[in-house]
């Protein structure tokens, strides 16, 4: 049976120094920072013992995982901030507000199955990555963000300098060029999933990946039981950015 020792008639100055003491040894900031505020909120509310020791718990626990976000999200190297609350889906009435709620849900990424964004330039599709990116580093899931050009040539490049390993941890077995993105992509298939946003349709691919054959296999991969998310070719940020300077000429007349 283990005992511990009871430091009984300490000054409250005395006891918030060893609160201060232990929070430092036991590495609780949340705890130590909030320390103070919360003692004098349950004094002030009569909170019982139990009730205390729960709330500095509870807040301790709340900001790790906050803190655990922010580092995976930070990991992910987004290109900048993207959030589904702040996306116009009255801008863009071919999002479907619901689907996207649900792929919020990161159902889809426990499951490993794919995602795929299809449209023009300034349609959403990018925003819309990034931010079910982000709710799925929130979710607790490892998330990586990488152009396919930087990936394909990353990979080319360890394969020339034979550090495979490194890159393997990050991304899966691969070979050269296109094929090393379709190794990259095979690798991962039922077990992690992936999400790609693209301005040419699938038909378009052929010029970028001139084997008919491994474009095909390659389009079969990222769609194969997944969800695909065709934003269409109306660009809301050019109609906005014209409705503002109709707006501003309208001012100045």
Not at 5 to 12: A, D, M, Q, S
Request: proline share 3%; hydrophobic share 40%; aromatic share 6%.
């Amino acid at each position: 049976m283990t005992t511990f020792k009871r430091h009984r008639g300490l000054t409250e100055q005395a006891a918030d120094a060893a609160v201060d003491q232990a929070c430092r040894m036991l590495r609780l900031p949340t705890i130590r920072a909030q320390f103070p505020e919360l003692a004098q909120a349950a004094a002030r509310d009569q909170m019982s013992y139990r009730g205390f020791l729960a709330e500095l718990l509870m807040a301790e626990c709340d900001d790790r995982a906050r803190r655990r976000s922010e580092r995976r999200i930070k990991a992910a190297a987004f290109p900048r901030e993207k959030s589904l609350r702040a996306f116009d889906f009255e801008a863009n009435p071919r999002v479907d507000p619901a689907v996207i709620h649900t792929l919020a849900t990161c159902e889809w990424v426990k499951k490993g199955l794919p995602l795929c964004l299809i449209g023009d330039s300034g349609t959403g599709k990018s925003h819309l990555l990034i931010a079910l990116g982000t709710e799925a580093a929130m979710a607790g899931y490892r998330v990586r963000y990488t152009l396919a050009t930087k990936l394909v040539n990353e990979l080319v490049e360890a394969a020339d300098e034979k550090v495979l390993t490194k890159t393997i941890a990050r991304y899966g077995r691969v070979r050269r060029g296109a094929e090393l993105l379709f190794q990259v992509l095979t690798e991962r298939e039922e077990k992690n999933s992936g999400a790609i946003a693209s301005n040419e349709s699938f038909s378009g691919w052929t010029k970028t990946f001139t084997d008919p054959r491994l474009c095909a296999a390659i389009v079969d991969r990222l769609t194969f039981g997944g969800n695909l998310i065709q934003t269409g070719t109306e660009s809301y940020r050019l109609a906005l950015t014209q409705a503002r300077a109709a707006a501003q000429d309208s001012a100045g007349n």
